[in-house]
T-cell receptor, first 114, second 116 residues
Framework: DTEVTQTPKHLVMGMTNKKSLKCEQH?????MYWYKQKAKKPPELMFV???????INESVPSRFSPECPNSSLLNLHLHALQPEDSALYLC?????????????FGPGTRLLVL | AQKITQTQPGMFVQEKEAVTLDCTYD???????LFWYKQPSSGEMIFLIY??????QNATEGRYSLNFQKARKSANLVISASQLGDSAMYFC?????????????FGQGTELSVKP
């Protein structure tokens, strides 16, 4: 059983909507990640938070806005998305963000933008 | 730049047989980690096994083993006694110290189908 949870499992939104994806981990990890994954492709890194501070932004459009309220929670705020943003959004966490650490993933949110 | 190559887009294996999923990598880092993940159709990325670049022994986790050949820069995943539940996409991934802030680099994946 995964110890990284994500809500909602599925989300359908219009291009003018504002919605949020939520991620929570219960492993005491201090690094958290957002990935975007298109069908039959590998995940692409979007953001990394380390000790609640944004450490990596992979040039993601501003319509995606991450937030880390505390070390256990990670949000991804969505606004004015495009249909091409439809994808599986995966959250992951690791102990401290070090190179050799394993990242543990949540079950993902399947997003459809109409 | 670091790169992971998985040359088998799709594979079939008979239930109870062993299967090897290929992974080769390219890096100039001396210190790096190699990971295998399983992704069923449900979408969750499940961590399977890890191999550090300085580990002399091949990693094993239950039915999974990693055939690490450092000189050939290969890190193949071996699944013994395949089960129907092993049908999934499998990703090989790597992190290195000097690569883009330690970003996890994924291969394109191999879709494994286990036949009854």
């Amino acid at each position: 059983d995964t110890e990284v949870t994500q809500t909602p499992k599925h989300l359908v939104m219009g291009m003018t909507n504002k919605k949020s994806l939520k991620c929570e981990q219960h492993m005491g990890h201090r690094a958290m990640y957002w990935y975007k994954q298109k069908a039959k492709k590998p995940p692409e890194l979007m953001f990394v938070y380390s000790y609640e501070k944004l450490s990596i932004n992979e040039s993601v459009p501003s319509r995606f806005s991450p937030e880390c309220p505390n070390s256990s929670l990670l949000n991804l705020h969505l606004h004015a998305l495009q249909p091409e943003d439809s994808a599986l959004y995966l959250c992951a966490s690791s102990q401290e963000g070090a190179i050799m650490e394993t990242q543990y993933f949540g079950p993902g949110t399947r997003l459809l933008v109409l | 730049a670091q790169k992971i190559t998985q040359t088998q887009p799709g594979m079939f294996v008979q239930e109870k047989e062993a299967v090897t999923l290929d992974c080769t990598y390219d890096t100039s880092d001396q210190s790096y980690g190699l990971f295998w993940y399983k992704q069923p159709s449900s979408g969750e990325m499940i961590f399977l096994i890890y191999q550090g670049s300085y580990d002399e022994q091949n990693a094993t986790e239950g039915r999974y083993s990693l055939n690490f050949q450092k000189a050939r820069k290969s890190a193949n995943l071996v699944i013994s006694a395949s089960q129907l539940g092993d049908s999934a996409m499998y990703f090989c991934a790597m992190r290195g110290i000097y690569n883009q802030g330690g970003k996890l680099i994924f291969g394109q994946g191999t879709e494994l189908s286990v036949k009854p």
